[in-house]
């Protein structure tokens, strides 16, 4: 893979690991405050809204300036907006207004950021290696959850919910180290036209001369939908229904991140093998049947098995989703293109936190949500299996 993409990943798992840590504290601490599941699902809701206003803009960005300077900016804003949240949290309890804007304005950082980090891989490795490139980034993000949830819930109860924001800072800034050692990054092409020009061109080649990549970004929506209806109130219901303590909720939150890895895994040994509207149909399919054993799953090992399963099938999708993309995308348009997709995809999130949690406040029944979104999981697997996908081929590069 050669050094750059090493240290591409390095400083991306780094910025994980704090992440995961701090979106663990975050909604514990909203909760200790309100005790209300649609005030702990507004914090996830906050923190996927920024896509919607700025995801497209960020893909400008990333096709318009240096990606590894963008990346290394984005690290820095979001560690100066950690160690203010953290020194805050120091001095006092913090009114709930002040978390939900940190939060928001933390999360203001990842959609001018992900455009530029996941359009500047593909110079970073050869094409014939993009697929085992995006698993192992695949599993790297999620292998960081076998820890940092675990490692989050052990330090919010050892040392409370400072301890666990301060090391999100602190990882932000590694994170901006590793990256700023990037040597070799390809220029930018830095248009003179006007920025809604180039929105025009990325959404023209999304809406009208691929519509591959949009179908792909329609049913990453879905499920998205589907699967945050259950992630968004996680901590409530593992902590109302089953009275779970942090570090329990951390051991079914690493479960998930051991899933993760194996979808990784299988995703980059089965998408040479198989078509994608194979991999993707089949693991959307095992994603529903997932979500349904979680229905009569008790206690942290049967409930981190069956999260575990679910995030194994939605691994491997994700693998061949990704590879689908940066083989079909010119470089100059991935920042627009893989922003605007991702906008699309990541607009289910705040609309599922809110939607769960409201059904939560006033049905008071997390079964029959969990029974919608692993039959809904089914339908989609369906329709994907029949859908336009079914002609797309990734045929093998050349060496």
């Not at 605007?340 to 609309?351: E, G, N, Q, S, Y």
């Amino acid at each position: 893979m050669g050094t750059r993409y090493w240290l591409l990943l390095a400083g991306f798992l780094v910025s994980s690991l704090g992440t995961w840590i701090y979106r663990l504290a975050l909604p514990l601490m909203v909760l200790e405050l309100t005790g209300s599941a649609l005030g702990t699902g507004l914090v996830y809701a906050l923190e996927y809204l920024p896509y919607l206003a700025l995801a497209m803009f960020g893909g400008v960005l990333a096709d318009r300036h240096n990606r590894k300077l963008i990346l290394v900016a984005g690290d820095l804003a979001a560690a100066a907006l950690a160690l203010v949240l953290a020194v805050t949290v120091t001095i006092g309890t913090p009114p709930l207004w002040l978390i939900y804007v940190m939060a928001f304005l933390l999360a203001c950082a990842d959609p001018l950021y992900q455009p530029a980090f996941r359009a500047i891989m593909p110079s970073l490795v050869p094409v014939d290696r993009l697929a085992p490139a995006n698993a192992r980034l695949h599993i790297g993000e999620h292998a960081v959850n076998l820890a940092g949830p675990v490692l989050g819930g052990a330090l919010i109860v050892a040392f409370g919910h400072r301890t666990a924001i301060y090391v999100d800072a602190v990882s932000f800034l590694l994170s901006a180290a590793l990256i700023a050692l990037i040597r070799t990054v390809p220029a930018a092409v830095r248009a003179s036209r006007p920025v809604l020009a180039d929105l025009r061109e990325g959404l023209r080649f999304l809406f009208r001369q691929e519509r591959t990549v949009l179908t792909l970004a329609y049913f990453a929506f879905a499920g998205n939908f589907g699967v945050w209806l259950l992630l968004a109130n996680m901590v409530f219901y593992l902590t109302s229904y089953h009275h779970f303590t942090p570090g329990q909720i951390g051991v079914v939150y690493a479960f998930q991140g051991a899933g993760a890895v194996i979808g990784g895994l299988l995703g980059s040994r089965l998408l040479p093998m198989v078509r994608p509207v194979t991999l993707i149909s089949v693991s959307m399919m095992l994603e529903g049947l997932s979500i349904l054993a979680m229905i009569p799953a008790r206690g942290p090992l049967a409930i981190g098995l069956a999260w575990m399963g679910q995030f194994a099938a939605a691994g491997a999708g994700i693998v061949a989703i990704m590879t689908v993309r940066h083989r079909l995308v010119p470089d100059h348009l991935l920042g627009r293109v893989l922003g605007t997709a991702r906008m699309i995809a990541f607009l289910a999130i705040p609309l599922a936190a809110l939607a769960a949690g409201i059904f939560e406040s006033f049905v008071r029944n997390a079964y029959a949500l969990m029974a919608f979104a692993g039959l809904a999981a089914l339908v989609i697997a369906l329709v994907a299996a029949r859908s336009s996908l079914r002609s797309v081929v990734l045929e093998p590069v050349a060496r």
